[in-house]
Structures are given as structure tokens and as C-alpha cells.
């Protein structure tokens, strides 16, 4: 088998791994069982495509949605990889391609649901095609408790027992709780090979904005990155229907999706997303495993997530490619009162209660934060690094205030009222407002009536707002919301502790507009390279990206090859794309279409091999009618010059046993003096 490096070059197009994904390759294709952790964009899916081609029989992938098993495989049959899936979506035509392509050993890669593996034929069908090794993609979805939970893939580690064969299971969310169910699930708690890359995405930015009149603030970060492709996330189905409505109206292409519309419709806003340019699709986490188009340009979640993992998960469909991209979540007091109600009157067991509650804080402290949220936000997967600059509190610090008295005033109006009331009952009592509730409970004559009038109800708002993003005060579900303090509040009651808070900024932050993805002097060329691929993707009817990804035409664009050999040197351009495509989009880069390579060149393009076969036509050309000039002519066919420029032979021998007796005469002396100064 070919070693990692060739395939990764002539395959793939890439020069060189990225961090952590040799070592990961070299476990899988060793055989090792194996569990990587890797970030969205991280190049996880390489890690066990390109082990499948180094290893005899075939890998079989388990992955959770038809939309990205169709992706990855419509993707490895474009860099020339026989690939197929089963799945329930599925014609009959190609179900029928893929059993002919496993009958015949063609078939390196098999896609699968893992709802198949509830069927009990599945087993012995893996044995007979020769299953080598095990993939499983989002491998966090075993855990029972997390935010992906699939019951089909709790079969997973029967099957690896059953079919006696390595697995590999990859995920970009799993903290060391999770970590630890996946290997007790997967592996049977045999530890595996366990490779934890960095959490790190730093192309993208991040930025939270306190709810400020939501609708307008999602329509003028959408407006600021007008005609590029981006997903808005919403906590409901109606929201989804109704944002998407506004930015129709705002002259976006967008579309709703979400769990309740009819799977046809579902299958024709993942058909739009991946094949038309600048569509937003605003979306419930219906929409989101199944997303694999790399050029995403921005993420907003119009309502807090309901995790870390959610929200680092959803934030990485943006920038896949390594590109700029833009990411902005917004919250408020209601968001965090529905997470506190959804998981105190889930049927989870207490112990997990408090667990999602913790979690839930985690997230909390990423909206409300006062330094770098990159910082607090790899803190929690536990790595460590200095401020980003690339978030919105590295672009600007916020105000921060000794919110120690305020708080305690808070705490005091929810103890004096018995802890029967929501938030605006009680800034009615802090500020001094007389409002009927307030005289018809006697409110107005409690010792925190009018205590707090230092600060206007806005304020107050945002008071009690990161009150219950630090745990000190909590709705009560069995009290309508009510706002009960918890046991974190009572040092700070007792002036023991002081409290810090953020000064809310009048608007949600911004950037005046997206990150260029070029220079000026770049921009109409990687216009004019999009514009040849949307034809080609067109006529072939595959999602643009699926010809070369945004980066590939950044990097031409920077470039400018001028030839397939510089070409294909372009990361992303393998073998099979140089042949389909490179022609027509150095035609774009040049002005005029190159001229044509006999096939045996163009197979070497790139190469060291592709310079030497050169330089042996020009002396083959120099002798064509012998050292004279007078003998008839004659030359070499361009495969065996390529075989030439391949097997380079170091002496006259090896030489004449390539091309014959009478080439040899002729070129031999020639042909030699090339390979030596090669």
C-alpha cells in the first residue's frame, strides 16, 4: 500500500498534515483502536479516510445523518476514491452500485446509519464484504446524557466485538465526563489510543451581545455580511419561520428549517444550503451534524444555547476552510430562565440536574465574561492560552463595576418578598416604583423599597440578568420563575465576597463588515475562479465546493500558477481534480487555456518526476534524427519516458532494459547524463 504521504499528496492535493493528524493516521492505519478529539474543521474525517486506503479490506463509517454521509462520499468520488453509503435515502440504482463495487473489491469506504445496526443481517453482511476497521463520526453521540444522544449508537460496541476489528471514533465535543462514556461504551472500557487536539478555531471570531431588540440586531450582522453563506440558530420552530421571513424581507436568500417540516422540504433547504452561494438558512439544531459545507462564512444563535459543547459545536460549521469567519450569540434573563426550567423538569436523575446546571454555568460565564472568551473558552476543555484578539472583548474591554451593594440590595428584596417573585417585580421594589402589586402586597413599606434607585431599570435588569449567569439566584420552576437565591449568593450576602459586573454596551457588538478573504488586488481573480466553479459544479451538479473548497481558489488566487505543475502544488488539487479541472481554471488564472500534456505528463505534474520527464523529451528531442541530424528519426512513447523519469535507472544496463537496444543506442548516453544531474 502507498504510505500516508504519497496518498495525502495524490489523493487529496495536500502538501503536508495538519497539526496532529499524522500520528492519528498512523494508529488507525496500524490498527489501533483509537479515540480523537479534534475540532470542527480539524480534518477528522482524513484521519480515517485516508487509513481506509492504506489498509486491506474495506472501513466501514458510521455517521448519524444522510446528508453528511452523501457529502463525504460524493467528495471521495471526486478525488477518485470508490466510496459509497446505505442509507434509507438511498435510490435503487445506487444501492445497486454499491453492492456491485463491494462484490467486485472495489469499495474501500462503506457510509452507514447507525439505526442499520438494529437489523440482524447487518453482522454477517460486514463479515462477507471483509470489514477491516471500524469509523465512528460525532462519537459523542453515544453519551447517554449529552446534547446528540442516538440510542443506535450504544449497538456500536457489540459490533466491534462481534466483527473483532479496530475502531476509530472521532468527535470535536467531549469533555472528560463524555470522554470517559464513549471509551466505557465503544471500547469496554479498554483504554484506547487517545488523541486530545487542540480545542483552538483561531480563524474565528467570537462575540455575545446581551438581547437588545434581537430581530434587528441578527438583521444587521446578516446586512454586514450581505451575500455570504451563514446559519442562524433559534431555540423554536416558529422563530425559525419568522427570522427567516425578515431577512427575505430584508433581501437575503434565506430559508427556515426545523424538525416539524415534512422530510422532503427538509432534503430541499440541505440541497439549497450546499449548492447555492450567500443562502442563510435559519434553523432549530435540527439543522446541524449533517452540515458539511467548509466555506460557512458566520453563525449567530439568535437564543443561548444550551451548552458549552452546543455552542462550540454550532459556532464550528463556520470557517471550516481555515478562513475568516464570524460568529455573534445572543442572550438575555428569559434564555437563561428556559435552560434553568428545561433542566429542572427534565427526568434525568439529580446528579445529572446538577451536572447540566454546571454546564449551563460554564456557558453563562463564556456570555458574561470580562477578558478573553477564546481564553474561557479553551479553559474549559482544559487548555490554556494568552488573550486571542479575535473576539469581542479582546476588540474591546467592557466596563466592568463593584456590583457588590447592588447585588446585595438584590438579594435582600428576594429574601424580604419570600422568594415569590420574577425580576420585574422586584426592580418595581428597588427602584421605588408604587404599582398596584406592590401596594396590594404592602411591598412599599419593606426596608429595600427604593434602595435602588441609583440605577435605572435597564441596569437592573442587566443586574439580575448576570446575577443568575453566576449561579447566585435561579428561577423556580415550581414558583412560576420566581427568583430563589442558592447557596453561592449567602458570602456574598454576608459581605464576605465582592461581585464584578459587566456594564452592558448600548448595541450588540459589530464589525463594520466581514474579513476580507484576500487582498483588493486579489479579489476579482477569486471572483472569476468562483464564477468557473459554479459553472463546473453546475454541470455537474455537485455543491460547488465539492470541485475545490473556498481555500483552494484563495490560494490560486494568492499564487497564480501558471501550469499544471505549479498547479499542482496548490493545496486541495490532487491527482484526479488536476486531470478534471486544472485546465479550466488555469484558463481563468492565464487568460488563455494551456497547452495540452499528453496524460503521462500530466500524471507526473507537481512532481520531481515531472521536471526530469522534461528535461529527457529535450534531449530526446536534440537526438530525434541522431547525433548528425541525418538518421531517421526517432523517439521514445511518453509513457516510457515517464517510466524513465520514474525508475530514473543509474546505469546503461538498467537503461536499455527500459526502452530496447535500438532507443538505447540512440538516447542512452544522453538520457544518462540527465538522470546523473537530476
Known amino acids: 500500500m502507498p504510505p500516508a504521504a504519497e496518498l495525502l499528496s495524490s489523493v487529496f492535493g495536500f502538501d503536508s498534515f495538519r497539526p496532529g493528524q499524522a500520528e492519528i493516521v498512523q494508529a488507525v492505519a496500524e490498527g489501533r483502536n483509537t479515540l480523537a478529539i479534534m475540532p470542527t474543521g480539524g480534518g477528522k474525517s482524513l484521519c480515517y479516510q485516508l487509513p481506509a486506503l492504506m489498509r486491506e479490506g474495506v472501513t466501514v463509517v458510521i ?156 438583521l444587521e450582522f446578516a446586512a454586514a455580511r450581505r451575500g455570504q453563506p451563514g446559519i442562524v440558530y433559534c431555540a423554536t420552530r416558529a422563530k425559525t419561520e419568522t427570522l427567516a421571513a425578515a431577512l427575505r424581507e430584508d433581501g437575503h436568500a434565506a430559508c427556515h428549517y426545523h424538525g416539524g417540516m415534512e422530510a422532503e422540504a ?24 449533517g452540515v458539511d459545507k467548509p466555506d460557512i462564512r458566520w453563525v449567530v444563535h439568535a437564543d443561548l444555547p444550551k451548552s458549552i459543547e452546543s455552542y462550540y459545536q454550532e459556532i464550528g460549521r463556520a470557517g471550516r476552510d481555515g478562513a475568516p469567519a464570524d460568529t455573534l450569540t445572543l442572550f438575555g434573563a428569559d434564555d437563561i430562565r428556559l435552560r434553568r426550567a428545561q433542566i429542572d423538569e427534565s427526568p434525568a436523575p439529580p446528579e445529572r440536574r446538577a451536572a447540566d446546571h454546571a454546564r449551563l454555568n460554564a456557558l453563562l460565564g463564556l456570555a458574561e465574561a470580562q477578558g478573553c472568551r477564546r481564553q474561557k473558552l479553551l479553559a474549559y476543555f482544559g487548555e490554556t492560552s494568552g488573550p486571542c484578539g479575535n473576539c469581542d472583548t479582546c476588540a474591546n474591554p467592557p ?39 406592590i401596594r396590594q402586597r404592602g411591598h412599599e413599606a419593606l426596608p429595600t423599597f427604593g434602595v435602588g434607585q441609583e440605577h435605572d431599570r435597564r441596569a437592573w435588569q442587566a443586574i439580575f440578568r448576570q446575577m443568575m449567569g453566576l449561579d447566585l439566584i435561579r428561577p423556580d420552576p415550581a414558583r412560576h420563575g420566581a427568583l430563589r437565591m442558592t447557596e453561592a449568593a449567602r458570602p456574598v450576602l454576608r459581605g464576605e465576597e465582592a461581585v464584578m459586573l459587566r456594564k452592558d454596551a448600548a448595541a450588540a457588538p459589530r464589525r463594520s463588515a466581514p474579513r476580507a478573504l484576500v487582498s483588493e488586488e486579489d479579489a476579482p481573480l477569486l471572483a472569476a475562479l468562483k464564477a468557473r466553479r459554479k459553472e463546473l459544479a453546475e454541470a455537474a451538479r455537485v455543491p ?43 484558463e481563468v488564472i492565464c487568460g488563455e487555456a494551456p497547452q495540452p500534456v499528453h496524460p503521462s505528463r500530466r500524471k507526473l505534474a507537481g512532481r520531481a518526476e515531472g521536471a526530469l520527464y522534461d528535461r529527457l523529451l529535450e534531449a530526446q528531442a536534440r537526438l530525434a534524427r541522431g547525433a548528425t541530424g541525418t538518421d531517421k528519426p526517432m523517439s521514445c512513447p511518453a509513457p516510457l519516458l515517464a517510466r524513465v523519469a520514474a525508475q530514473r535507472p543509474a546505469d546503461m544496463g538498467a537503461l536499455t532494459r527500459l526502452l530496447g537496444e535500438r532507443r538505447a543506442q540512440r538516447f542512452g548516453d544522453a538520457f544518462l547524463e540527465v538522470l546523473r544531474e537530476a
Open 399 to 437: 466596563e466592568v463595576f463593584d456590583a457588590t451593594q447592588a447585588v446585595r440590595k438584590a438579594l435582600s428584596a428576594i429574601l424580604r418578598t419570600g422568594e415569590s417573585f420574577g425580576a420585574g417585580h422586584l426592580i418595581d421594589i428597588l427602584t421605588g416604583n408604587e404599582t398596584d402589586k
Open 266 to 289: 427538509r432534503r430541499e433547504v440541505e440541497a439549497r444550503f450546499q449548492i447555492e452561494d450567500g443562502l442563510i438558512v435559519v434553523a432549530t439544531v435540527a439543522f446541524g451534524m
Open 63 to 218: 455517521s448519524p445523518l444522510i446528508a453528511l454521509m452523501r457529502d463525504q462520499v460524493r467528495a471521495l468520488r471526486a478525488a477518485g476514491v470508490e466510496a459509497g453509503a446505505l442509507t434509507s435515502g438511498n435510490t435503487e440504482e445506487e444501492t445497486e452500485r454499491v453492492f456491485a463495487a463491494l462484490d467486485a473489491g472495489r469499495l474501500r469506504l462503506l457510509y452507514m446509519a447507525p439505526e442499520r445496526l438494529a437489523s440482524a443481517g447487518t453482522v454477517p453482511f460486514l463479515r462477507r464484504i471483509g470489514t477491516s476497521l471500524i469509523a465512528v463520526d460525532e462519537a459523542h453521540c453515544v453519551s447517554q446524557w449529552g446534547h446528540d444522544f442516538r440510542p443506535d449508537y450504544l449497538r456500536i460496541g457489540a459490533l466491534r466485538r462481534a466483527l473483532n476489528v479496530p475502531l476509530a471514533a472521532f468527535t470535536a465535543t467531549a469533555d472528560e465526563e463524555t470522554r470517559n462514556e464513549i471509551i466505557a461504551r465503544l471500547f469496554d472500557g479498554e483504554p484506547p489510543r487517545v488523541f486530545l487536539r487542540g480545542f483552538d478555531r483561531p480563524n474565528i471570531h467570537l462575540a455575545f451581545a446581551a438581547k437588545n431588540a434581537p430581530r434587528r440586531q441578527v
Open 544 to 586: 460547488a465546493y465539492v470541485v475545490f473548497p473556498d481555500r483552494t481558489l484563495i490560494e490560486m488566487a494568492e499564487r497564480r500558477p501558471r501550469s499544471l505543475d505549479e498547479m499542482a502544488r496548490i493545496n486541495g488539487v490532487g491527482a484526479k481534480k488536476l486531470e478534471r479541472y486544472g485546465s479550466a481554471f488555469l
